[in-house]
Each structure stands twice: as C-alpha cells, then as structure tokens.
C-alpha cells in the first residue's frame, strides 16, 4: 500500500486523472486529501484556469472541497463575477468599464451581485459537465448528475439532476446518512479507512461504525 494523497497523479500511467489539491495554486481554493478529478479533454491541472470560472480575488470569494470527491471532465464552478448586477436598471456591466464611463475603478464589484462561497462537502460525486453557481453548498455524501445546473444547495447524501438540479432520491435511509454524517469516516486515519474498506463498498455500515479504532 503506498497511498500519498499528496502526489498529483494517483494512477501509474494515467496523466487524466490527478489528486486535485496537487494542482492548485489559489489561496481562494481549498481541496481535501484524495479528491480526484479526471479530464480527458484538457490537461487537469489546468483545472484552476478551465473550471473555477469568473473567480477574481477581488470578490474574496471561496471554492472549498471537502476529501475524497470525485469531479469528472468538464464540471465547472460559476463564481460571483458571472452575476451581472440584476437590481442595476441595466445589466450591461458599465462598472467593469470605469474608464469608459468615468466611474470609479474601486466601484468596479458593483458590476455583479455577489452570491457567496461554494462549499463542496466530502464524499460529493459531481457528474460530467455540471455546473455548480456561486453561493451554493453541497452536502456530504451528495451526487451531481450528469450537466446538472446547481442553483440552490444540496443536503447530504442526495442525488439531484438537471438544470435546475433537482433531489432525485436519497442515497440510503435516514438512519443510515445520519450514522454516516456522525462517524465521518473520511477524516479517519487512512490505515483505519483502509481496514474497513470492504464494509464501506458493501455497504455495512454497522461494521463501520463497530470497526476498532
Ligand atoms: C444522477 C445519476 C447518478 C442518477 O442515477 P440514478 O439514481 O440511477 O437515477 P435514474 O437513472 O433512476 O434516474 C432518476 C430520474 O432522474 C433523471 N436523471 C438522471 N440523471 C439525470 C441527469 N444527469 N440530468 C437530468 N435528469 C437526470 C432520470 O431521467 C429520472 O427521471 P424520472 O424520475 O422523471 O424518470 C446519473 O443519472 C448521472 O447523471 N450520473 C453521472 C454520470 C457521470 O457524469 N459520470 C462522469 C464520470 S465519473
């Protein structure tokens, strides 16, 4: 076993997919130990530039993702400054224009509505080509569809497609993501994790919750 979830490429001979907290270089991004991403269309370390879009630091708006996410090809995070302003009479973006206009340069955020941070939870599986927009949390253990078009949060452990993302269904019973969401097994040491990694792909989760220490 040689797990390092600080290396960049997690497969020998695949340059697709990468451990995603290898690639980034933005103090406004944050990615847990063992989230991957995988793009067979760009080169994924390039995922600061192809996918956290329209994140300028002068919104000081965050993309925080949790551990052991899985993003595929192509899902994008929409930040605040894709928001034109929608309380400006006109949503044409005069303030990005100051010069043009003679406005003032520090004035330049009124140009768009700020909406937030984006908060990914951990164990979140985002499908290909999802969109995630500003101000959006997405819960532990949740799974975003294939081109979803996530407008409002996301609870735990719920599966939501389309544009708008919708809940489709729970993944298990609320007995079991209530189990889940308190033993939080993705913060366990990783030999423990590695243990218990059969009750985990069963599906038994009182194992889990019983495995030693
Ligand atoms: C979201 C997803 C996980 C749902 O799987 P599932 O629980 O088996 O869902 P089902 O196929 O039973 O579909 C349930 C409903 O959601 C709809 N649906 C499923 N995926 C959808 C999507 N991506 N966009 C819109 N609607 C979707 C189905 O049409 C169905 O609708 P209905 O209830 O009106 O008939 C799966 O469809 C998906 O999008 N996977 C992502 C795959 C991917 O992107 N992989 C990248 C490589 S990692």
């Not at 406004?28 to 995922?47: C, E, L, Q």
């Not at 993309?63 to 006109?90: D, P, T, V, Y």
């Not at 019973?173 to 993705?186: C, V």
Request: proline share 5%.
């Amino acid at each position: 076993m040689t797990m390092n979830p600080k290396k960049l490429y997690p497969r020998t001979g695949d340059r697709e997919t990468i451990y995603l907290a290898a690639a980034i270089t933005d103090p406004a991004i944050s990615v847990g130990d063992f989230t991957i991403y995988n793009d067979f269309v760009h080169d994924p370390r390039d995922f600061e530039t192809n996918n956290v879009l329209y994140h300028y630091a002068v919104n000081r708006d965050r993309l925080q993702i949790g551990k052991f996410c899985s993003i595929a090809c192509g899902a994008k995070f929409l930040f605040n400054s894709a928001n034109h302003s929608l309380s400006s009479l006109s949503t044409y973006p005069f303030p990005i224009f100051y010069e043009e206009w003679g406005l003032e340069k520090r004035d330049v955020t009124k140009a768009w509505d700020n909406k937030g941070d984006i908060t990914i939870g951990n164990d979140v599986w985002i499908g290909y080509e999802a969109i995630i927009l500003a101000g959006v949390t997405i819960g532990d253990g949740a799974v975003i569809g294939a081109r979803s078009v996530v407008t409002k949060d996301v609870a735990p452990y719920t599966i939501v497609a389309g544009a708008p993302a919708r809940p489709v269904r729970k993944r298990f019973s609320e007995e079991t993501i209530r189990k889940l969401l308190k033993i939080r097994w993705w913060d366990w040491p990783q030999e423990r994790i590695s243990r218990c990694l059969e009750a985990i792909q069963t599906g038994q989760i009182d194992r889990l919750t019983a495995s030693p220490q």
